[in-house]
């Protein structure tokens, strides 16, 4: 849909926070993708009538460890739970910060991300990539030209650049502004 953007900045506001400011269309995409991954990563439905959602397994989530790869599997045996849990917090985070400014009704949509809050909302976008991907995403390799004709390429596509927006605002110095439209 023509129309849809991402904008990012930092914001002096009790504190360095990143403004990422979302088309309505974009933060309702991200509303959903971020639910569907909730729900992959704990196994819960959305709604009582909703489908189960399908399981999202460690090995599509986490790069291996090592290049061997039963060094690798002991690792995830090791440290899965934690490291899932460390996503599934950021992703809950992450839709509480996306929801609450939806809900603000604005078009744009302004999600205020504090400093100390940015690495989770950055995992989450990072980990919501996944369902979208044929293989790991760290395997990917993306036709980006074309990836919006694909299934879920237009999710991918935002989730991307919502990702590049906040990261480039993050490190900017001063009042620099990233901007993204299609």
């Avoid at 490291?83 to 400014?101: E, I, Y």
């Avoid at 074309?146 to 990261?167: F, I, S, Y």
Wanted: glycine residues 8%; contains cysteine.
């Amino acid at each position: 849909m023509a129309g849809e953007f991402v904008r990012a900045w930092q914001a002096e506001q009790a504190g360095q926070v990143v403004c990422l400011a979302v088309s309505r269309t974009v933060a309702e995409g991200l509303l959903r993708v971020l639910g569907e991954l909730d729900g992959a990563l704990t196994g819960r439905r959305r709604s009582r009538f909703a489908r189960r959602p399908r399981p999202l397994p460690d090995r599509r989530l986490f790069p291996d460890a090592y290049l061997d790869r039963e060094a690798g599997e002991e690792f995830r045996a090791r440290h899965g739970a934690a490291m899932r849990r460390r996503v599934c917090d950021a992703v809950g985070r992450t839709l509480t910060l996306v929801g609450h400014a939806h809900e603000t009704g604005g078009d744009p949509v302004v999600v205020t991300v504090p400093g100390e809050v940015v690495p989770d909302v950055f995992c989450a976008l990072a980990h919501a990539q996944a369902p979208y991907l044929p293989r790991p995403r760290w395997n990917a390799r993306v036709d980006w030209p074309t990836v919006t004709l694909r299934k879920g390429g237009r999710e991918l596509t935002w989730l991307v650049t919502c990702q590049t927006a906040l990261a480039e605002a993050a490190l900017a110095d001063g009042d620099t502004e990233t901007v993204f439209t299609a």
